[in-house]
């Protein structure tokens, strides 16, 4: 769950400094007058009025009295002082810790996707501008939807031809086969463009594997399980395990992990596909996302592309708190925020902006909607905009990436970005096998 900070209360009050003038002035004169008059009125008769004994009776006593008073008054206000001052120290030592572990991020090693992009990268298309979405039907039904998606391939139904982890083709006579969804090999694909590293991150105990988390909606569950367990296989790629969880949880997948404190990578996995009626300014594809919580060494062949911080999910009539608690979690200054990456923006995100003090990324030429450019790829559109920031390459400084109420700081290293444009847009998909042998 999110960091809380709303335990440590607000700072205790310091009490205000007790004033001479004119309150204990006039405490003092009046203790003097009426208490050198009692005195007097009290002192016998018949003894000398002078003396040490009388002038303590008259000024001393009355004085001495004035002197507890003080005390007493000083007394307490240094016992309310010490235990707010007090009070405050431990607090600043609570949220400091706490901040600190807020402030922990994760290691992006690797991002893969399969896109309908036209044989772009993301970059290309991004920078390129030109909004592919499109006029078109949906597979099935009548009418006419914008949205985005692949073109349905020639397929192939060859009940002899089977993938293998070793690039050849095997025949399983026996074994019995079942189609596979086209979804199966975008994922596919998507977890090729990571593959070198997953590999070397399997070369330990499959203790150490990374473990996968795919977004999911509702009754969903299963199936995404499975079509990534098959998309692994597909890809040449370990049996490594996966659990699907709410697509709703979107960027607060990081979070739950930083939570858990697991030393293994983790693969985040988000798709999306439309077999029925799509929504209108949609995009199908996969999205595949490698971190690392940073508890081990990597491998040498391993590389560290960007450090995505902890995410933050705030409330949409006080979105100003979220930006700059996410600031706050990355470590960046207000000041030196040069980009924004917003999928799914809310009401008064510029405003809020400026409130948090990010008057930098408040203005358009400052802010990017890759969302806009391919198409709303729905609860995952957070992961969308952290591929986007990265494969655009290393801005002068930390990045927001904002996605609705959720918000996190992404640190793309140099070096760390960039895809490759001469690799294939669906290279599993175009081996065109379309059976997969079950156990």
């Avoid at 120290?89 to 309908?116: E, F, M, N, T």
């Avoid at 349905?152 to 002899?160: A, G, K, M």
């Avoid at 970005?417 to 997969?436: A, F, I, Q, Y």
């Amino acid at each position: 769950m999110p960091v809380d900070l709303s335990p440590a209360g607000r700072p205790s009050v310091y009490p205000r400094r007790p004033r001479f003038w004119p309150w204990w002035f006039c405490i003092w004169l009046a203790c003097a007058v009426f208490g050198g008059a009692i005195a007097l009125l009290l002192w016998p008769k018949g003894e000398r009025a002078g003396g040490v004994p009388f002038w303590f009776c008259v000024v001393g006593i009355p004085n001495g009295f004035f002197g507890l008073l003080f005390a007493i008054e000083r007394v307490g206000y240094e016992a309310i002082w010490y235990r707010a001052y007090h009070r405050n120290l431990h607090r600043d030592r609570w949220l400091a810790q706490r901040i600190r572990v807020a402030q922990k991020s994760l290691r992006v090693l690797g991002i893969g996707y399969c896109l309908p992009l036209n044989r772009q990268t993301l970059a290309q298309s991004i920078n390129a501008g030109v909004r592919l979405p499109r006029q078109q039907q949906p597979r099935s039904g009548a009418g006419v939807i914008e949205h985005c998606r692949f073109d349905d391939p020639q397929q192939v139904f060859d009940e002899s031809d089977l993938f293998t982890e070793s690039g050849f083709d095997a025949v399983v006579d026996a074994a019995p086969k079942r189609p596979i969804p086209q979804l199966v090999f975008r994922i596919a694909d998507a977890l090729k463009e990571i593959g070198a590293s997953l590999h070397a991150l399997t070369r330990y105990e499959p203790a150490h594997w990374p473990q996968v988390r795919v977004l999911a909606e509702p009754g969903e569950e299963a199936l995404r399980e499975r079509q990534v367990r098959d998309a692994l296989h597909l890809a040449g790629l370990p049996p490594l395990a996966v659990q699907a969880v709410p697509a709703s949880h979107g960027l607060l997948v990081a979070d739950a992990w930083l939570d858990a404190r697991e030393a293994r990578p983790l693969l985040v996995i988000a798709a999306a596909w439309h077999d029925g009626q799509p929504h209108a300014g949609s995009t199908e594809g996969c999205l595949a996302t490698l971190l690392d919580a940073g508890f081990y060494c990597l491998p040498e062949d391993v590389p560290v592309m960007a450090r995505l911080h902890r995410p933050v999910e705030g409330n949409a009539d006080e979105i100003e708190y979220c930006f700059a608690n996410a600031v706050i979690w990355g470590r960046a200054g207000f000041d030196v925020v040069t980009r924004a990456w917003i999928t799914r923006a809310v009401e008064r995100c510029n405003r809020g902006l400026r409130i948090a003090n990010l008057d930098a990324i408040a203005k358009s030429e400052a802010q990017y909607e890759p969302a806009r450019i391919v198409g709303d790829f729905g609860n995952a559109s957070g992961w969308l905009s952290v591929a986007a920031a990265i494969e655009c390459g290393a801005a002068d400084g930390p990045q927001l990436i904002i996605d609705g109420v959720q918000s996190a700081i992404l640190h793309v290293l140099p070096g760390g970005s960039g895809k490759n444009p001469s690799l294939p847009e669906h290279s599993v998909h175009d081996r065109s096998k379309t059976e997969l042998a079950t156990a």
